[in-house]
Nanobody, 123 residues
């Protein structure tokens, strides 16, 4: 099975940057799209970004467009979420995941989840 382990979360001031990493293992992972979700305290988990299995067609939720960048390095079995110009509203647990189609992913229909990493943005 695919195993996903997130890292890079922490405390950052508003306007700052943070880079999340997701280490992936498993022979079939490379054939799947990768994605990031987040869940703030007391709120539902929401889609953040996704990228195709080849590293093309990045797609983002409107609230992070122009500030977040998703990428992947298949040779290293890694995916990343570069978060710039962070706002306090971005405070949440961020989860790495794998999925199939974009339409399914944005609704939370994914195949494998990581354990999550906490991101806290102070005002």
């Amino acid at each position: 099975q695919v195993q996903l382990v997130e890292s890079g979360g922490g405390l950052v001031q508003a306007g700052g940057s943070l880079r999340l990493s997701c280490a992936a293992s498993g022979g079939t992972k490379i054939t799947y799209a990768m994605c990031w979700f987040r869940q703030a305290p007391g709120k539902d988990r929401e889609f953040v970004a996704t990228i195709s299995c080849t590293g093309s067609s990045p797609y983002y939720t409107d609230s992070v467009k122009g500030r977040f960048t998703i990428s992947r390095d298949n040779a290293a079995n890694m995916q990343y979420l570069q978060m710039n110009s962070l706002k306090p509203e971005a405070t949440a647990v961020y989860y790495c995941a794998t999925g199939t189609t974009r339409s399914a992913i944005v609704k939370g229909d994914v195949d494998y989840w990581g354990q999550g990493t906490q991101v806290t943005v102070s005002s």
